[in-house]
């Protein structure tokens, strides 16, 4: 197959499928078409989602739909203060063998078994178990004594977070919030998506959901993302929106010093960098641009960046410094190579 022919290939394999999940998730879901399309991003790149909002606003409800339309198994863990590690990674019990008479171990898999992994109110569960579900996302596999056991593929974990209860709360660590590819904040539907979602929710209804993809076609169109390039200046464009969020590197703007107490490391750019391609691919395209990466900023590197003390208390967000960010940062070449400040940048 020529490489034109395997393009043409790829851009409808994804469109397809693309086409057809936000179709049957329509049929549950009204409006979140932004949420949509990042969960579908984020799938295809092989990455985890956090997802935060208030009650009662679909997540649970997106998250378990979309995972019976790509015909994956799916467990749904209600994260709690009392949740052990063996919860939902699973335990070793010792069991007779009937015949023999003889006692041995055999180990019952916990609910981190499945390709989706729904964590509901991810941060209302202490360290200790948290840090058994990071060892899931980033190794995809877990240890149970000194035995380490392969997770499902493909392995997708998406988590909810409330923010607007503290009380009983275990906020995420930063070295657990950089394992997540995208942050996405789920917000209040539109009065005519909130009017679609009475009328249906209010009434018999009757959903039947058709699967889209097996796990081995998922598998396919992940790997089908990977080979889709990037040229050098998309990923010196992503690499120094990165850069400008660090402390204490040269060529950084003086409002970052001023807002920012931490900056976001490496794992930023390869996620901008995947995450452009799968959306490229998605839009209809085999190469990533500026756009791409521009789009994604922000769920990339909202939970990767800390506000320092005095941006908290004039009410900045992260959002907020990040659009500062893509507004002082040229998307062409040109421009972008001959400013002395960037060239600062690329020589650090």
């Known amino acids: 197959m020529s490489e034109s022919e395997f393009a043409a290939s790829a851009i409808e394999k994804i469109a397809v499928a693309r086409s057809r999940i936000l179709d049957q998730l329509g049929q549950v879901i009204v409006g979140q078409s932004d949420v949509m399309e990042e969960l579908l991003i984020c799938l295809m790149s092989r990455g985890h989602c956090l997802l935060e909002g208030a009650p009662g606003l679909a997540k649970t409800l997106m998250i378990s739909t979309l995972s019976k339309v790509l015909e994956l198994s799916f467990s749904r863990i209600q994260f709690t203060p009392d949740l052990m590690p063996a919860d939902i990674t699973g335990t070793e019990i010792i069991e007779e063998n009937k015949s023999t008479g003889a006692r041995e171990f055999r180990f019952l898999q916990g609910p981190l078994f499945s390709h989706v992994v729904l964590a509901d109110e991810i941060n209302r569960t202490p360290p200790k178990t948290q840090a058994a579900l990071l060892e899931a996302m980033q190794e995809r596999t877990v240890t149970v004594g000194r035995v380490r056991h392969e997770l499902a593929d493909p392995f997708f974990v998406l988590a909810t977070q409330n923010p607007i209860e503290q009380e009983g709360t275990y906020p995420l660590p930063e070295a657990q919030q950089d394992r997540f590819m995208f942050k996405v904040f789920v917000k209040y539907p539109s009065f005519d998506d909130e009017f679609e979602i009475a009328r249906r929710t209010t009434v018999k209804q009757s959903v039947k959901l058709e699967p889209v993809l097996t796990a081995e076609e998922l598998i396919e169109l992940q790997s089908l993302v990977r080979d889709v390039p990037a040229s050098d200046h998309v990923i010196r464009y992503a690499i120094t929106l990165v850069r400008q969020t660090r402390i204490g590197e040269p060529g950084i703007p003086d409002f970052v010093t001023e807002m920012l107490a931490w900056g976001a490391g490496p794992r930023s750019v390869q996620f901008l960098i995947l995450g452009g391609k799968a959306r490229a691919l998605l839009h209809g395209r085999t190469h990533v641009t500026t ?58």
């Open 291 to 348: 756009e791409d990466i521009q789009a994604l900023a922000k769920p990339v590197l909202r939970h990767r960046i800390v506000l320092n003390y005095g941006a908290e208390s004039e009410g900045v967000s992260a959002d907020d410094v990040i659009d500062r960010i893509l507004q002082e940062t040229p998307a062409k070449e040109d421009q972008l190579t001959s400013d002395a400040r960037f060239q600062k940048i690329f020589a650090s």
